[in-house]
């Protein structure tokens, strides 16, 4: 008769622990993740970062190709300057016009240059104005990232306090349980991932959901040892419907 009530009060206790349990491994799972969230997190600061430095190389690149033209241009009024200094020793009208055709002709490249110098100056205000705002759009993605990060952090201490305080609970339940359903409860709870007994719900357990034979239900019912499901090994119960 003291087995009976024995066991019938161990399953309660194994419930309440199951239920604590199940509140600890939830809680171990999220935490495993926040690492992730943060790197991600960072990983995507790094990738923001990236968009300003792109658009610095932009501008130097822009910057460097202006510079060579301003050198080619430079070059080539040097060129013109000289050609026209020698009209005055041009002794034939044939020489003289094609020493003018050929001054016309650089004067007209020389055109064309300074048009592309304007746009690149152009191009080195747009890729300037491109800096300010990658910058300003890194500031304040960065800042909101940093929050993020910071509210992370809270929750995995967060998680961690809480989890302190069921261990507390846990530590206060296990020494009402019978050693042997102590250890063979904690060797299913590791080995089915935080899920060591299984409610029995339409004689299905609820662990498996393999149909029970009702051999099995009636095992249950005496309460006279404790039941383990034959496919997944967990420890069966069935609610208590007067309680
Ligand atoms: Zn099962």
Same mark, same amino acid.
């Given at each position: ?58 501008? /130097? @690149? *822009?910057?460097?190709?202006? !510079? %060579? ?7 080539? =009024? &040097?060129?013109?300057?000289? $050609? ?58 960065? /800042? @909101? *990232?940093?929050?993020?990060? !910071? %509210? ?7 998680? =961690? &306090?809480?989890?302190?305080? $069921? ?77």
């Amino acid at each position: 008769m003291n087995e009976k009530i024995n066991i019938a009060e161990q399953t309660d206790l194994l419930i309440s622990l199951q239920a604590l349990d199940t509140q600890i491994y939830k809680m171990i799972s999220e935490k495993e993740l926040k690492p992730l969230e943060i790197n991600n997190l960072e990983d995507s600061q790094k990738l923001k970062q990236s968009g300003m430095k792109e658009a610095e190389d932009n501008l /130097k @690149s *822009i910057q460097l190709k202006h !510079k %060579e033209k301003e050198i080619m241009l430079g070059t080539k =009024e &040097e060129e013109v300057r000289k $050609l026209q200094g020698q009209l005055n020793q041009i002794k034939t009208n044939k020489e003289y016009t094609t020493m003018i055709n050929e001054i016309e002709s650089h004067k007209a490249d020389n055109s064309l240059l300074e048009e592309e110098i304007i746009k690149f100056m152009d191009s080195i205000d747009q890729a300037k104005a491109r800096i300010v705002l990658e910058k300003q759009k890194f500031a304040e993605e960065s /800042k @909101s *990232i940093d929050t993020r990060i !910071k %509210e992370i952090k809270q929750q995995i201490n967060d998680i =961690e &306090e809480a989890a302190i305080e $069921l261990k507390k609970k846990r530590e206060g339940l296990t020494p009402l349980i019978g050693k042997k359903f102590l250890s063979e409860y904690e060797r299913i709870l590791v080995g089915k991932d935080g899920q060591a007994l299984a409610e029995v719900v339409n004689d299905n357990c609820g662990g498996c959901y393999m149909q029970l034979p009702p051999q099995v239900i009636n095992e249950i019912n005496m309460k006279e040892k404790i039941v383990f499901c034959e496919n997944c090994q967990r420890i069966l119960y069935i609610k208590d419907e007067k309680a």
